[in-house]
Structure formats: structure tokens, C-alpha cells
């Protein structure tokens, strides 16, 4: 200062002024310094007394001091102690102007001491991030230019008396314990340009006096617990370039005129708190602003599209988790504002209102983009196809909108893309396959949508953590490429879909893996041994397919195990001991599966709730609270004899019981009232006009999974709405599976079979539909009428599909008779008598009033005398004839189809229906079988007719 005025008094020539100038620097600066008052061995007194109070000294920083409290034991003059500096001319020349001891992990209590007042010269004091605790040491030299108490453990209020050092520059406290309000005093540190305060325990308000504090140009107030609303008079700090106070408790609103007097402000970060109201339109006068961070507030109304025009130096415009809105183009004018800013590297507006269109001018941002997101908003429209221009984007958030259309193919051309986030929305197509160019992409996420088509091999070459594919609809195999990304270490999830085909063994590659899930799809195989190679693995889930075999042994591999799901399988053999011996698994779900013999006791199959075997019949033993038959030692010869005397026996009562029961069964065909056989649904007309392939996709949601009804050997079956004469009607739409072979020749059988049958224990055909699908292939589906109540499996296995209830006795002589007709009528048709050849349970559907319906006449044939109206043509189609335990004998030796076959399937179905036993049930031993059990009464069903 004194020079600064020299040069005024020479650039004025004023000689007089310049001499008296340097005159009073004579006085000031060049006098010895003993004249001044104080001298060096009062600053080393002062520094040894602070000495005094630290314990822990673990880097021996303060050996060149000298022992505690021993001045005469310093090894080195006081200007040579470790990170001390002094002056080194006029009064301050060996004087301490600075003590320096951050960063060297000293401890101890320096509460109440006043030592450093007396160090006159002391202009900087840093001892941040050590581990002092207490209070402030108070009262300080006035002369304090730079105060640096930061990450330590200083406890209590914030001192008043920080107030009286006029000369203060910084004021830096951050990270420790303060408590208590932010005193107003402060406002009087009029010389200060930074106050940081950060992360402390502060509360109360910020005060208004901070506003006297012209010369600021950092405030940092962040994370504390201070509430009320941003002083207006913060916002008349011209000088201000960082205005940090997130992490509190405040609430109001920004004032309108926010920006209007900050020409300066790089930096507004007013993120979590509890702020409203909209955001000023004030800010676009802060040209210089590079930093807008407001998330995490409930700031409302639309974002100014001004931001993009006026803020030239914008990089990060951070506006998440408020309640901004967006409802038409005009609302998303900020978007094209943005593309003006050509440092912008971050925006994010997720978890807001948005609605209406996303712009194209998103493709438009600055090619340095680095983060985008606009997730968990309504936003619809499509991806821009020029989303490839953000060449430098890091992470692209997207999810959880109303987005259409595909995935653009030039994703691929995102080379530093490593979090690609597109879930929740209704993105359709293929997964392009020029994802594999994304060669640092970690983690990608598309599920809930309706992405369809196989998974492309090339995403093998993307160094995956995390894959997320659950819930589209994806046909074909897992490809094995992807099982081989050995990066996969989070998830790998593909559960919900219609994939096929094995699991690969490159599963076996997934060394790092935690979880996978493969749940909801139609693979088939034995599950691969390669997977105890997963030693990584915590979650397996693989329920829902139609794996088969036994539990590979390897699974016990897996130390760290903790949840294993096969349920709903078709897999076989006994229950491995070794899932008794794993140590950390705590859930395991094998139920609905083949499993034969002994339910284990130990490890976690003695905690009930923690495993599930239910719907395996021939599973016995294990704890009591499974309520499990014993197991006994049929297995020997003698108890085997013994077994089959007891079945002989349970058989001839059958039998008996049968007799009864075709009594009744006349009796009832002979009394019983008519009741609603057909539905007075009438979809379509008699000339049975066919919808197109666009209408049955709408109707079931695009062929949603959750509108999945059934999987039969040719295709599969959805329920959908559909429209007739301006009401909603339910329907059943069967879609065929043309890459089966005999696909094609089941859906003309069923086509010529109902095409002419009219009868009301049949399914009702309302419709066909011949076309085209979305990918060029051929496409053939059959509408019928919805029926309600499922199909007779269901009722007769109640335990295998979650139902509480069964059938009573009169419902099941109810629909024996109804099928019985059914098949009276077939048998009887004329010009020529149809033959079901597949009669069973799953065949069976019952409507609202529980009146049976037979239906999938895929294989039905029309027979006359050995001339076939319907030809047996050479195919897979041609040699099926039925589903093994239901179909006729004879059928096996390669018998043309008739309608004793019929009446044979006819015969296991009523046995069943009263017995509740499958054919196939393990209860039956050797030739005790439930056929043999039908055979005897054969003949007697033949001649029923009703």
C-alpha cells in the first residue's frame, strides 16, 4: 500500500508528497526492529507454548522446535523451525509472519490458549487437517491475513471475536465439529475474500451481514444444517465468483433478481436443500456463470431459455430431482439455447416434469459433451439419430420416459459411451449391432421395454460390469460371446424374455460375476457344469424355463453362493446332499420340478422358510413342517410285493368307484338342465374376416409377457383386447411358432377342423390372421374366444399353479359329461368323423360358468374309411399323434389314427379327473400304472354316449 501511494505521488509529480512518502517508509519498514515493540524471542516463546499442547507429533515435524516448553533445547534458531516463516526486513525482519503446519497429523487439545496473540507479524495461520479438538485459540493477532483451521476437530461455536480481525483475507474452518450459528461479526471482516465454513454442524440462518463483506469472492456454507432462506444481500456481492451453500436446510426462494448484480459468479451451487419456486430469470445476466447446480430442491415452472443465449462459458447445468416441467416444443427452447455453449460438458434435467417431445436438437449439444440425462420423466418421441455427433459423451441417461422407435446405429459411434441407460421406455426393434464398437461401455441397461430380435454377438466386445436385458422380447440362444465377457462382475440379466435354446457352457467364463438370471424364457438342456466355475457368483436364477436333468454337482462349488432358484423346471433325480452342506446360501427355491426320494435334513433344509420343494411328487421325508409322507423301504423286494398288493387293492376299489361314476354320468347326461354352452361373443361373421398383424400386436401390448397364457408344442397363446362393435371384447390370440417344424400344417388343421365344427363344448374360433411380421417373416395366429377359468390341469393340480382350491365331484361329472359331448359330436361329424388326437387336461379350457371347452386341434384329422380329407403328409406334423400317457397304444406301433384313440385319451382323462393322479405319477409302480388301471374298463367307456 505504501509503495502503491509513491507511484500516485510520481505519476502526479507531486515531489513534496513522494518525499514525505518515503520518509514514513523509512520510519516503518527500515527502523531496526528493536525498536519495535516485542521481539524474536517473544514469538519463540509464543511458538513454544503452543508447542506445549500438542501430544502426537507422528511425523517428528516439531523436533527442530526443541523439547516442550524448552526454548534453550531448540537445535535451530527460530526462523529454521519447521514451517515457520519469518520477515526479512523492517519490523518484520525475524518476526513470524506465517505458521504453516497442515497436513502432518498432530493432535491435541488448543482450547483457550492465547499464545499465537502475540505473534504481532503473524499474517497466514494454516493448521488444517490434523487432529486438533476444542475451540478456536482466542483472541488472535489483528495483523491475520490468512486463517486455515480446516479438517481438524474443532468443537463449539464459531468465535465471535473472529470479528475484530479487521485484516483478515481468509477465513478457512472447513471440516471439523463447529456448532452453534455463523456470527454476525463476520460481516465486519471487511478485507476477507474467502469464508469457507464448510461441512461443520452449523445451524440458524445465514446472516444478513454477510453482505457487508464487499471484497468476497468465495462463500462456502456447504454442508451444514442451517436453515431459512439465501440473505438477498449475498446477491448484491458484486465481487462474488463462488457462491456455495449446498448440503443445508434452506428453504424460500432465489430472488428474481438473483443474477442482476453478480457480473462475476462462475460457480452457484444450491443443491440440496429444500429451495422453490422458479428459477430467475436474473441468472442469464451472470454471463461468466460456468456452474449451475440446483438439484435436489423443488424448484418448479419452466427452465429459462435464455441460459443457452447469454451463458457462453456454461459447462454444467445440473437441475435434477425438482419439479420443472416441460409441456410442449416451446418448453424445451433451453434445449436449443444449449447448443450455443460450446464448453458444455454436463446436463442434467432427470427426475423432473418433463413431458412433450424430446428435441432433435439434443443431437446438436457441444461435441464435448460428457453426461446427458433426462431420465424418469414422461419425455416421448424418438432417440435422434444423431446422437452419434456427442463423440465425447461418458454416460447417456435416458430412462424411464415414453420413448419410441429403435436404438439409433449411431450409438456406435459413442467411443468413450461407458453408462448407457435406456430402460423403462417402448423402444422396439433390434438392439443394433454396432454396439460392439463401444469399447469402454461398462454398463448398459435396457430393460422393461419391447426390444426384440436376437442379442447381438458383437456386444461380446463391450468390457461389460453390468448387463441388463430382462423384460423384451429377445428370441433366440444366449449368445455365447457375451458369456464371455470376463468383465461381467455386477449382473448379467435376462430374465423375462423368449430366448431359447441351451445355456452355453462359456457361462463358465463369468469367473467374476455376482449375479445371474436367465429366469422367465424357454430354455431347454441340462444346466451346464461349467457353472461351478463361477466362484464369484451370489445370485443364481434360472426358474421359469424348461431345463432338465439333475443338479449338476459343480453347483456345490460355489462358495459364495447366497440364493439359488430352479423352480418351475422340468429337471429330475434325487435332491444333491451337497445344497445341505453349502454354508452361505440363504435362499433355495427347487419347487415345481421332477425331483424323486429323501428331502435332505441338514444345513438349510432345516430352516423351512428359507427353501421351497413343493409341487415335486415324489419327494418324501425332510423336516416335519414339510408334511411329507415318510420314506419308507419300498425299495426292497419284499416291500415292493407289499406295495403292489396295496395298489391292487386301491385299484379294484377304482374300478368299482368307476362303475359308480358311469352310472352317475348317464344319469346326469339323461337329467341335468341345459346350460350356456356358447358365448355371445360374436367378433367377427361367419365368414370369418381376418385381422391384421398391427391390430393382434396392439391387442396384446405387442405380445407382452405378462399377457403370456399358455406354451404349447406349436406356438404360443396371449390375451388381448380387441375391439367389436365399439365395446372391448377379451381374446385368446394363438401365435404360431413357424420355425417349429409341423408349425404350419397344425395351424391349417386347426383352421379346417373348427373352420366347420360348430358345438358348445368346442373353443369358439373368432378369427385367423396370415401376414407379415415386423421383420419380413411369415406370421400365422388364430383368434378364439377368451375363456376365463384356465384349463383343467390347473384345476386338477391345483399346488403346481398357486391355486387354493380344487374341483368338486359335481363339477368334475359336469365336465366329463361336457367333454364326452364334445367328443360325441367329433366322433359323429359328418361327412366325415374328426379324430382330436391330443386329448388332456391342458387341452380342456373352461369358461366363466366352469362349462368345458376342448380345444388345440393342431393335430385333429378327418377320417373316413381310410380317406383322408385332410392329408397325412409326410412331416413331423403327420407322426404326432398325442402326448405320451394320454395317447392310444397302438398309436406307438404306428396305427393309423381312429376314434378308439380318442376314446383311449378319453379314459385316462376321466381316470384322472376323479383319481387326481396322472398317467405319469411316480406313486405307480411297474405294471401297477394308471393305463393298466384304464384298461380294465376300456370297453365300457367305448360305448358311452350322452
Not at 744 to 772: D, M, P
Not at 884 to 890: K, L
Request: with cysteine; proline share 5%.
Amino acid at each position: 500500500m505504501e509503495w502503491h501511494g509513491y507511484r500516485h505521488c510520481r505519476r502526479r509529480h507531486h515531489h513534496h508528497c513522494s518525499v514525505l512518502l518515503m520518509v514514513v517508509y523509512l520510519l516503518v519498514d527500515v527502523l531496526p526492529a528493536s525498536l519495535a515493540s516485542g521481539s524474536t524471542g517473544d514469538d519463540a516463546r509464543a511458538l513454544m507454548q503452543f508447542r506445549s499442547l500438542i501430544t502426537e507429533d507422528p511425523y517428528r515435524a516439531l523436533v527442530s522446535w526443541g523439547g516442550r516448553g524448552n526454548l534453550s533445547a531448540s537445535p535451530a534458531p527460530l526462523c529454521g523451525w519447521h514451517g515457520v516463516t519469518c520477515g526479512s526486513r523492517g519490523r518484520r525482519r525475524g518476526r513470524v509472519t506465517a505458521l504453516d503446519l497442515s497436513r502432518l497429523g498432530l493432535a491435541g487439545a488448543i482450547a483457550g490458549s492465547s499464545s499465537l496473540s502475540t505473534l504481532t507479524y503473524l499474517r497466514r495461520l494454516d493448521l488444517s487437517q490434523n487432529r486438533l479438538h476444542g475451540g478456536i485459540p482466542l483472541p488472535l493477532p489483528p495483523s491475520l491475513e490468512h486463517l486455515n483451521l480446516s479438517h481438524n476437530a474443532l468443537q463449539g461455536p464459531v468465535p465471535p471475536e473472529l470479528g475484530s480481525l479487521c485484516y483478515l483475507h481468509m477465513l478457512n474452518l472447513r471440516y471439523n465439529n463447529l456448532t452453534g450459528s455463523i456470527p454476525a461479526s463476520l460481516g465486519n471482516l471487511t478485507s476477507l475474500t474467502v469464508l469457507s465454513l464448510t461441512s461443520n454442524n452449523l445451524s440458524g440462518r445465514i446472516p444478513g451481514a454477510l453482505g457487508k463483506l464487499r471484497a468476497l469472492t468465495g462463500l462456502y456454507l456447504n454442508g451444514n444444517m442451517l436453515k431459512g432462506s439465501i440473505p438477498s444481500s449475498v446477491f448484491n456481492l458484486s465481487s462474488l465468483q463462488h457462491l456455495v451453500v449446498q448440503l443445508n436446510n434452506l428453504t424460500g426462494t432465489l430472488p428474481p433478481s438473483a443474477g442482476d448484480r453478480l457480473p462475476l459468479l462462475k460457480l452457484l451451487s444450491v443443491d440440496s436443500n429444500q429451495l422453490h419456486g422458479a428459477i430467475p430469470v436474473s441468472l442469464c445476466n451472470s454471463s461468466n456463470l460456468e456452474v449451475v447446480q440446483m438439484l435436489e430442491n423443488s424448484f418448479s415452472g419452466f427452465i429459462p431459455d435464455c441460459l443457452g443465449i447469454h451463458l457462453k462459458n456454461l459447462w454444467a447445468l445440473i437441475l435434477d430431482f425438482n419439479q420443472l416441467e416441460a409441456n410442449s416444443n416451446s418448453d424445451w427452447r433451453f434445449m436449443d439455447s444449449l447448443t450455443n455453449c460450446s464448453n458444455l460438458k454436463v446436463v442434467g434435467v432427470s427426475w423432473n416434469k418433463m413431458g412433450g417431445l424430446l428435441p432433435g436438437s439434443t443431437a446438436n449439444l457441444s461435441t464435448s459433451m460428457e453426461f446427458f440425462s433426462i431420465g424418469f420423466n414422461m419425455v416421448h418421441g424418438q432417440i435422434p439419430q444423431g446422437i452419434g455427433n456427442l463423440v465425447n459423451i461418458n454416460m447417456l441417461y435416458m430412462y424411464q420416459n415414453n420413448l419410441t422407435g429403435t436404438i439409433p446405429d449411431s450409438i456406435g459411434k459413442l467411443k468413450k459411451l461407458s453408462n448407457l441407460y435406456l430402460y423403462g421406455n417402448n423402444l422396439s426393434g433390434k438392439i443394433p449391432a454396432t454396439i460392439g464398437n463401444l469399447t469402454v461401455l461398462s454398463r448398459l441397461s435396457l430393460e422393461e421395454n419391447m426390444l426384440t430380435g436376437s442379442i447381438p454377438s458383437s456386444l461380446g466386445s463391450c468390457p461389460l460390469e453390468t448387463l441388463d436385458l430382462q423384460n423384451n422380447r429377445f428370441t433366440g440362444p444366449i449368445p455365447k460371446e457375451v458369456l464371455q465377457i470376463s468383465t461381467l462382475s455386477t449382473s448379467a440379466n435376462f430374465q423375462g424374455n423368449m430366448l431359447t435354446g441351451s445355456l452355453p457352457s462359456e457361462v463358465g467364463d463369468l469367473k467374476n460375476l455376482q449375479t445371474l438370471d436367465v429366469s422367465g424364457n424357454r430354455l431347454t438342456g441340462e444346466i451346464p457344469a461349467s457353472l461351478g466355475n463361477c466362484q464369484i457368483l451370489q445370485y443364481c436364477i434360472m426358474k421359469r424355463n424348461f431345463f432338465q436333468g439333475e443338479i449338476p454337482s459343480s453347483i456345490g462349488q460355489l462358495k459364495g453362493l447366497l440364493g439359488l432358484d430352479l423352480s418351475r423346471n422340468n429337471l429330475s433325480g434325487r435332491i444333491p446332499d451337497f445344497l445341505g452342506d453349502m454354508k452361505g446360501i440363504e435362499g433355495l427355491d427347487i419347487s415345481f420340478n421332477n425331483f424323486q426320494g429323501e428331502v435332505p435334513k441338514r444345513g438349510i433344509f432345516l430352516n423351512a422358510s428359507a427353501f421351497s420343494v413343493e409341487g415335486n411328487i415324489g419327494l418324501c421325508g425332510g423336516i416335519p413342517e414339510l408334511k411329507l409322507p415318510p420314506c419308507s423301504n419300498y425299495i426292497s423286494t419284499t416291500n415292493k410285493r407289499s406295495h403292489k398288493l396295496v395298489m391292487a387293492t386301491s385299484i379294484a376299489f377304482a374300478i368299482l368307484g368307476i362303475s359308480l361314476l358311469i352310472a352317475l354320468f348317464v344319469f346326469f347326461c339323461q337329467t341335468r338342465n341345459s346350460r350356456k354352452g356358447e358365448h355371445a361373443l360374436l367378433l367377427i361373421s361367419d365368414q370369418h374376416v381376418r385381422v391384421s398383424y398391427t391390430e393382434l400386436v396392439t391387442s396384446t401390448n405387442g405380445f407382452a409377457s405378462e399377457n403370456l397364457v399358455g406354451v404349447g408344442s406349436f406356438g404360443s397363446v396371449y390375451k388381448g383386447t380387441m375391439m367389436s362393435n365399439e365395446e372391448e371384447v377379451v381374446v385368446a390370440v394363438k401365435v404360431l411358432n413357424l420355425q417349429q417344424r409341423g408349425a404350419s400344417q397344425s395351424f391349417v388343421a386347426e383352421c379346417e377342423t373348427l373352420r366347420c365344427a360348430r358345438h358348445r363344448n368346442l373353443v369358439k374360433i373368432l378369427t385367423v390372421c396370415s401376414s407379415i411380421d415386423s421383420r419380413g417373416l411369415d406370421f400365422k395366429a388364430i383368434v378364439f374366444d377368451f375363456l376365463p377359468n384356465g384349463n383343467l390341469h390347473q384345476w386338477l393340480h391345483p399346488r403346481e399353479h398357486g391355486n387354493q382350491t380344487g374341483l368338486s365331484l359335481i363339477q368334475r361329472i359336469n365336465i366329463a359329461i361336457d367333454v364326452a359331448s364334445a367328443l360325441e359330436y367329433l366322433h359323429q361329424y359328418r361327412p366325415a368323423p374328426i379324430v382330436h388326437c391330443d386329448l388332456k387336461p391342458s387341452n380342456i379350457l373352461l369358461d366363466n360358468d366352469m362349462v368345458a371347452h376342448v380345444g388345440d386341434f393342431g393335430l385333429a384329422r378327418f377320417v373316413d374309411h381310410g380317406q383322408h380329407s385332410l392329408p397325412d403328409i409326410s412331416s413331423g406334423w403327420a407322426t404326432i399323434r398325442g402326448t405320451i400317457g394320454y395317447a392310444a397304444p397302438e398309436y406307438g406301433l404306428g396305427n393309423k389314427v381312429s376314434i378308439y384313440g380318442d376314446t383311449y385319451s378319453f379314459g385316462v382323462l376321466l381316470l384322472e379327473i376323479f383319481t387326481g393322479k396322472r398317467p405319469t405319477d411316480a406313486d405307480f409302480a411297474q405294471d401297477l400304472s394308471l393305463h393298466r388301471l384304464e384298461f380294465g374298463v376300456r370297453r365300457m367307456f367305448q360305448q358311452i354316449a350322452c
